[in-house]
């Protein structure tokens, strides 16, 4: 891992979802990162069992906010190598379409479900 500094952009990996943040600071376990941009947008439902509906509570997983700090995995972060940093609400709706398209490709329980859940999201983040 190439050494940060305070305001590097960087990539992040959180959870299921994907940002460019502004490097904030080091934390024992984590980098300190601040949200600038939605790269990819978190799966819905239930981490611990991907793809599964039945008898498991199907999360609706909301992306993180627009300069929202999050203390994020040393190893799932990275430098994001001098390219543009996009506008955070038109990088949202951007993850947010591919994930539909990505959903909409098979007809599955678990798709129907987790559509459903960013179909909710989408209303949400663009009232």
Do not use: W
């Not at 934390?27 to 949200?35: D, E, M, S």
């Not at 992306?63 to 506008?87: F, M, R």
Request: proline letters at 6%.
């Amino acid at each position: 891992m190439t050494h940060l500094q305070p305001g590097d952009t960087v990539k992040a990996h959180y959870k299921t979802g994907i940002y460019i943040g502004e490097y904030i600071e080091e934390r024992p376990h984590a980098y300190l990162v601040k949200i600038l941009a939605v790269d990819k947008h978190p799966m819905q439902g239930d981490l611990h069992n991907p793809g599964q509906t039945d008898e498991v509570f199907f999360h609706q997983r909301k992306a993180l906010s627009y300069l929202e700090k999050a203390n994020i995995h040393k190893k799932a972060v990275e430098p994001l190598g001098g390219q543009p940093v996009p506008e955070y609400t038109e990088s949202l709706k951007k993850a947010v379409d591919q994930l539909k398209e990505k959903l909409n490709r098979r007809e599955t329980e678990f798709n129907k479900l987790a559509l459903d859940q960013v179909e909710s999201l989408e209303k949400q983040y663009f009232k």
